[in-house]
């Protein structure tokens, strides 16, 4: 009676290791020879666990490796990810990439993805698929419109102009500190560009976004502003990613046995639901109290104008969001809308840095449209003028365009095929076996993970040119026919994405990089210091100073006040 007790108990476990092994033969040999991409050529592996993440990964290493897999193996590369068994797309054809960008209900964020986005920021329009994000989008894009943007331009310029006494009252007290000598003043003081950058806009979506005053540019005390900047800066910044991926595996494990990353994860977020969450309410109260009296609330953030819309009357009870939802999007505003930006802005201002010649050069147009009356003075009609002068000045576009296609904030995403398809290809596909096939197209199975290559489409040489790895804002007067054809929401760069889940906020990024370029270079002057600056991509490509990664990312300049009696700088 014992024996047969234990006899069903020891059966299983003799099938534990059986179907260990069968799933380790399955997933290491069996998967690989069933890949639809298997056919097609791509980089060799050395190693049954070798893989390619850092070559297209790394922006250090990045481009040299797209442009050798371009040269090599084509327009339609096989590369390895995690394992043996997880063969990834790598589409560098024009025509491919925006196939995956246009269909967004074959091609979705995969699952990890998001739940990695959920777990920080909540399930917005970063996070969600098919129906959820169709209606996440309609809500909000009203909010985006031409008008309410132009209403948000005022407050722009007063965060840029407030960021600028900033950046003088310390220049000022440095001129004066008893260990600075007269003659090292006049040379300007070292800023770190990032850290300040990122304050600014931080106070700008704070208003823009809630109608709520951060204060970032002159302390760093408030509690809504420490919770967003503690959790973007080191629950991302400054994780371990092995803990990262065990934790979107096994969510429970954050939990049960929370690491640092994970506890200041939920620190942070009891502070945003508590303040952010009252805040969306007194909001939505303001609203219904205005619809009562038969007056519309006059907010114009994109809080209340979110809610605004979600309350219209052709908008269907089903196709509402949630305050939950509501929430999650707020949430994506603020890390989308602050983090990108500063750092298009913070790698703009060292791009200029390193061209002195470019830097005088963009400091003329801007100087030759300043107003003879203090920004301050200005009315609101005169600010949005002053923008819209901004806005069409050829040489600042060129600029802003140039920096955000040699070092776009986001450098690489990624999707999984949901249903097997057939992508298209303009150019020749150079397959496994040394051949080339001139067919239309190419299959992919369903569940194949597609790597999206921001960065290379916009450092192709094949579409760019051989300068393509330089700064040189001149080349959008005379851009190469292939360059012109790329896809892309935003002068046919990928930096905004294309298609259906393109950037939303395109055009108020390029607001706050124009008029905050405006502000600074007609005032300060930028130049380099001693240290080295590099790229690293840590969820956006953010700028380190070599040896001090744990420091967090930086970017010190040395930034000067210019002459009065010549304001062109250097």
């Not at 327009?75 to 394992?83: D, H, P, S």
């Not at 979110?306 to 949430?331: F, G, Y």
């Amino acid at each position: 009676m014992l024996s047969s007790t234990w006899q069903l108990p020891l059966g299983l476990v003799a099938c534990i290791p059986l179907s260990i092994a069968s799933a380790v033969v399955y997933y290491l040999f069996l998967v690989p020879r069933l890949s639809s991409l298997r056919v097609l050529a791509g980089p060799p592996v050395r190693r049954l666990f070798d893989n390619h993440m850092s070559l297209v990964l790394d922006p250090f290493r990045s481009p040299k490796a797209h442009d050798i897999f371009v040269n090599k193996f084509g327009r339609a590369v096989r590369i390895r990810g995690l394992g043996p068994w997880d063969d990834r797309l790598l589409p560098l054809d024009p025509l491919s990439i925006a196939h995956v960008l246009k269909n967004t209900t074959i091609y979705e964020k995969p699952w990890q993805s998001r739940r990695l986005i959920t777990s920080l920021i909540g399930c917005g329009m970063l996070a969600a698929e098919g129906a959820v994000h169709k209606r996440q989008r309609r809500v909000a894009t009203p909010s985006f419109s031409i008008q309410n943007l132009r209403a948000l331009v005022p407050l722009v310029f007063r965060k840029g102009n407030e960021l600028k006494e900033k950046w003088d009252k310390m220049l000022h007290d440095s001129a004066l500190s008893p260990s600075v000598h007269r003659e090292d003043a006049s040379e300007g003081m070292e800023i770190d560009v990032c850290h300040w950058i990122s304050r600014a806009t931080f106070d700008v979506i704070g208003l823009a976004g809630f109608g709520y005053h951060f204060n970032a540019i002159q302390n760093e005390s408030d509690e809504l502003f420490s919770a967003y900047k503690e959790m973007f800066e080191i629950s991302v910044s400054q994780s371990q990613s092995f803990r990262v991926i065990l934790g979107i595996y096994s969510p429970f494990l954050n939990n049960l046995f929370p690491d640092k990353r994970a506890s200041t994860i939920m620190k942070c977020q009891d502070v945003i639901e508590r303040v952010a969450g009252k805040l969306i309410q007194q909001k939505k109260e303001k609203i219904l109290e205005g619809e009562k009296l038969g007056s519309s609330y006059a907010g114009n953030d994109l809080l209340s104008l979110m809610l605004k819309s979600n309350v219209a009357t052709d908008l269907s009870p089903d196709q509402r969001l949630s305050d939950e939802d509501v929430l999650h999007n707020i949430n994506t505003f603020m890390f989308a809308g602050s983090d990108t930006t500063s750092l298009a802005l913070t790698w703009t201002l060292l791009l200029l840095a390193r061209n002195p010649n470019l830097q005088s050069r963009l400091r003329s147009e801007l100087l030759a449209v300043v107003p003879p009356t203090p920004e301050s003075q200005l009315s609101s009609e005169e600010i949005e003028s002053l923008h819209n002068t901004l806005a069409s000045l050829p040489f600042l576009d060129n600029i802003c365009k140039e920096s955000l296609r040699l070092i776009p904030p986001v450098h690489s995403s990624l999707r999984v095929a949901m249903q097997d398809d057939e992508v298209p290809v303009s150019h020749p596909v150079r397959l496994r076996d040394g051949s080339i096939s001139e067919q239309k197209s190419f299959h992919v199975s369903k569940g194949t993970f597609v790597h999206v290559p921001i960065e290379a489409f916009n450092l192709d040489k094949g579409m760019w040119g051989e300068d393509a790895w330089e700064f040189n804002p001149d080349r959008w007067d005379n851009l190469p026919e292939a360059a012109r054809n790329l896809p892309g929401l935003y002068n046919n760069l990928l930096t905004f994405s294309a298609g259906p889940r393109s950037c939303i906020g395109m055009r108020f990024s390029m607001i706050e990089m124009k008029t905050f370029l405006y502000t600074l270079l007609t005032n300060f002057s930028f130049s380099e210091t001693n240290q080295r600056i590099y790229k690293a991509n840590v969820v956006l490509t953010r700028p380190y100073v070599s040896g001090k990664f744990k420091m967090g990312s930086q970017c010190p300049l040395i930034v000067k006040r210019l002459s009065r009696e010549d304001p062109r700088g250097p």
